[in-house]
């Protein structure tokens, strides 16, 4: 059981996926409202209104594919109830995880947290150095001990949306920050030296991404980069390195080094 809303993002036309977290979530005692997502292969005029292609190539490097409009479009959306409902926080969910049967216990925890310093937590991650770090930096600084895991506050980026607990305030701090679409909605929460959302985690992540389903996003050609003009190679160089500098200054200050 999960004493907060928990809302699983999912294509109305994946009802395999659909079946899946059905039965995942009610082994684990948890209910959910699945929430139609927002089809990149259906996107409507409106849905572009927000996309920045121009600052798209300066940060990103390449122009977002229309399944990445509608995933950020999903989650956006989300945040916006959140906000709208004044919920508290939200477990948000999409649809093809495997699952750990400790993981409604993490989440109680984590709940349970007297004012927790958090505004999201990321229970699953894309990225290798993330999921098993190699140095202290990667490691990250453990702030509380769990039942299950350890809770530890991160200075880097962690990649993947699939699973995360978000409270108002962070929601709020989502909306502000990504009213104009300029990278995928992980990589939005990631820029943490902009929008003031600390990287949280729970290790051992209690949730994966399953193989065995096809990503919705699609696969992008190696060397994309280096098809666009050389203005917008120069101007993705230059943002890494000022990047690179705010992040380190951010990190200072907060404690994250």
């Known amino acids: 059981m999960v004493s907060c809303p ?34 990149g292969t259906t996107l409507a ?10 600052r798209t190539l300066k940060i990103y490097g390449t122009p977002m594919l229309p399944s990445e409009i509608g995933c ?3 989650h956006y959306r989300l945040h916006q109830r959140i906000v709208r409902e004044n919920i508290p926080f939200a477990l ?25 310093p958090w505004l999201a937590v990321r229970l699953e991650s894309l990225r290798g150095r993330v999921i098993k770090p190699k140095t202290k ?9 769990l039942s299950h895991g350890v809770l530890y506050k991160l200075g880097v980026h962690v990649l993947g949306f699939g699973a995360y607990l978000i409270s108002r305030q962070g929601a709020e701090r989502m909306l502000e920050y990504g009213q104009r679409i300029f990278m995928p909605i992980d990589q939005t929460m990631d820029r943490f030296w902009e929008n003031g959302i600390v990287p949280y985690v729970v290790r051992p992540f209690p949730i994966r991404q399953r193989q065995d389903f096809e990503s919705r ?41």
């Open 6 to 39: 928990v809302f699983v993002i999912n294509l109305e036309r994946d009802a395999e996926r659909r079946h899946h977290m059905q039965r995942v979530l009610s082994d684990l005692g948890i209910t959910a409202e699945f929430i139609p997502a927002v089809d």
């Open 45 to 54: 005029d409106s849905d572009w209104v927000d996309y920045d292609q121009q």
């Open 72 to 74: 950020y479009l999903s």
């Open 92 to 116: 948000i969910l999409e649809d093809d995880l495997e699952i750990a049967p400790t993981f409604p216990t993490i989440v109680q925890e984590l709940l349970a947290q007297p004012d927790p």
């Open 137 to 145: 930096k990667e490691c990250g600084k453990a702030v509380a001990t």
């Open 217 to 257: 996003i699609g696969a992008r050609p190696k060397g994309r980069h280096l098809t666009q003009p050389l203005r917008f190679r120069l101007w993705r160089r230059w943002q890494r390195l000022s990047d690179g500098f705010k992040k380190r200054l951010f990190a200072q200050r907060h404690g994250l080094c």
